[in-house]
């Protein structure tokens, strides 16, 4: 049986998780977690996708996405987990895969399906009991102080 290729669906909304290669706590680490999110926030900031909502766990990421009309999922994962391995083992002095190789992305139905992921997302680190409150996790879209495309996608 040969390789899976992914389909594109274009103006999908994904829900995207990727995990850390050995499920490593690669993003525990106060420096290496700002830099996944700067990798995440540079790609939106060139346009190439729509950021919904993100949580970047200790040894995962979910992030909520709809990719511009010239990308696809796969090309916008691949950036995002090259350009964090290449930056965290630089400033960790180490080598080797940072991130498990693929990852699992369910494209969004409806307006329900959205939402609940979107609480799913706010909610995974007060359930990890990392924090108290969603708002108060520093690598999450439920922090205030972190910016999304959430507004403008949900304007008419």
């Given amino acids: 049986m040969g390789k899976f290729h992914r389909f594109y669906v274009p ?18 680490n106060k420096r ?13 900031k060139e346009g190439r996708y729509l950021l919904l909502a993100f949580v970047i766990m200790p040894d995962h990421l ?23 391995s290449r930056l965290i083992n630089q400033m960790l002095n180490r080598n080797g895969p940072l991130w498990q190789s693929g990852f699992y992305e369910q494209i969004i139905r409806n307006e329900k399906e959205f939402w609940e992921k979107v609480n799913y997302i706010y909610n995974n680190p007060l359930k990890a009991g990392l924090v108290e409150s969603p708002e108060d996790y520093p690598y999450s879209s439920a922090n205030p102080k972190v910016e999304t495309d959430l507004e403008e996608f949900l304007s008419p």
């Fill in 11 to 28: 103006e999908a909304i994904y829900f995207v998780t990727s995990k850390t290669h050995g499920n490593r706590k690669f993003f525990a």
């Fill in 32 to 44: 290496s977690a700002p830099i996944l999110l700067n990798c995440i926030d540079n790609f939106r």
């Fill in 62 to 84: 979910h992030i909520i996405l709809k990719p511009n009309a010239k990308e696809n999922i796969s090309k916008i994962m691949h950036s995002i987990k090259r350009g964090s």
